[in-house]
């Protein structure tokens, strides 16, 4: 007991993952590139040890009538599907000038004036493999944000400065979207805060039904409807992984939604006409930095 009487905080040991993360976190990141790089690339490893996963993959490509060569691509996937959790980990740790040589961001002085006006911005991702990265990215061009997330992945996984970025953790895998988060992330906005989050989520219920890649897919919008009714920017930004390593950011908006006259149901539909338009586009451009769980979903549903 502590001298004010009350209980200590519980020691948490560190769990398997974490200290294997830490044990591969002392290899420079782009050593790790270069190694893992040369690894799947090679012919023989893909032929007798990534059978499945290629056959996979290229059914994938053939199916969402991808215009990338899928040859290509695979590597990127493999990196998408095996390396993640050391690449955010390694990159967080690293020194600015490490940070900028391996991840360029374009259009960073777009929220830097959204928020020179005092203007909130909702801040769209999508799950590409690597997007885990963009709130530590985020966090290094001196904005402040707030994460909508399943779990606070970047502390689970050890990541430095995890515990300056806020995360609304929804509260359980596979729930609706609660009120309590969406009320949280309403405050972060009535701040004129940034809010993150990955909009083509396959948790939750309920939603709106979009055409997509052929088929009808379920988005939930409920904070795109809020960041509308608030006078929100909305923002998209993805986060691409190259076969090098290197990751690009790029930002893109304010997205047109309409004016406050207009019906909020048009206002959304607007919304996500851009949305989905946009995320075909990544699906079939580039597939392997689409999240494997994320193809595989696709590939059961569209079947």
């Keep these: 007991m502590s001298q004010n009487n009350k209980p200590e905080a519980p020691v948490v040991a560190p769990r398997p993952r974490q200290r294997l993360l830490a044990l591969a976190g002392f290899i420079p990141y782009g050593l790790g590139s270069r190694l893992l790089g040369l690894f799947f690339s090679n012919p023989l490893v893909q032929r007798f040890l990534l059978r499945a996963p290629r056959r996979q993959f290229l059914g994938l490509c053939r199916r969402a009538d991808v215009l990338a060569k899928p040859a290509s691509q695979f590597v990127v996937h493999l990196f998408s599907r095996f390396t993640i959790p050391w690449r955010v980990g390694v990159l967080s740790h690293a020194s600015d000038g490490e940070f900028e040589r391996w991840v360029h961001v374009d259009n960073a002085q777009l929220l830097a004036k959204l928020q020179a006006e005092g ?132 930002f893109t908006g304010p997205l047109d939604t309409g004016t406050s006259e207009q019906p909020a149901e048009s206002r959304l539909a607007r919304f996500l006409d851009q949305y989905v338009a946009y995320l075909e586009d990544l699906w079939r451009t580039e597939p392997g930095n689409i999240s494997p769980r994320h193809l595989l979903h696709f590939m059961q549903s569209a079947g």
Excluded at 141 to 153: C, D, M
């Design 119 to 250: 203007k909130p911005v909702l801040l769209v991702n999508c799950h590409t493999a690597i997007a885990r990265l963009t709130p530590l990215a985020v966090h290094r061009l001196g904005h402040e944000l707030a994460v909508i997330e399943p779990e606070p992945y970047l502390r689970l996984i050890g990541a430095r400065d995890a515990d300056k970025i806020r995360s609304i953790t929804l509260r359980g895998q596979g729930e609706k979207f609660w009120m309590k988060e969406l009320y949280q992330a309403q405050k972060v906005l009535l701040g004129k805060g940034i809010v993150h989050l990955a909009l083509d989520g396959h948790q939750g219920s309920g939603g709106v039904e979009h055409a997509f890649l052929g088929s009808r897919r379920l988005f939930h919008v409920s904070m795109a409807q809020l960041a509308i009714q608030l006078g929100a920017a909305i923002v998209l930004v993805r986060a691409l992984l190259d076969q090098d390593g290197r990751v690009n950011l790029h």
